[in-house]
Nanobody, 115 residues
Framework: QAQLVESGGGLVQPGGSSRLSCAAS????????MGWYRQAPGKQRELVAT???????NYAHSVKGRFTISRDSAKDTVYLQMNSLKPEDTAVYYC?????????WGQGTQVTVSS
């Protein structure tokens, strides 16, 4: 069964940094796009950043210039480096992988930005 395992997150002070990792396994097809989404309490899940197999990136306007997505395609692993974190970045962050038109999701990891 396909699996996306996230790590990282936790409590971070405003202005601080954190790094999320997500490793995909047992996905039978080539993963085209990997990315991160987040969902804050009472809000819909929203895109944070995506990266294609060729390295093309896409960022939400709210994180552009502060977050960096990267990928190790050989390991089917995606990373999200988050800098200059703000309280409004507080959310559950979900890893996503797209392969052959199918979306796979991680279980989510909590990021809380608070002093």
């Amino acid at each position: 069964q396909a699996q996306l395992v996230e790590s990282g997150g936790g409590l971070v002070q405003p202005g601080g940094s954190s790094r999320l990792s997500c490793a995909a396994s047992r996905i039978a097809f080539v993963i085209n796009v990997m990315g991160w989404y987040r969902q804050a309490p009472g809000k819909q899940r929203e895109l944070v950043a995506t990266i294609s197999r060729g390295g093309e990136t896409n960022y939400a306007h709210s994180v552009k210039g502060r977050f960096t997505i990267s990928r190790d395609s050989a390991k089917d692993t995606v990373y999200l480096q988050m800098n200059s974190l703000k309280p409004e970045d507080t959310a559950v962050y979900y890893c996503n992988a797209q392969a052959m038109g199918v979306n796979y999701w991680g279980q989510g990891t909590q990021v809380t930005v608070s002093s």
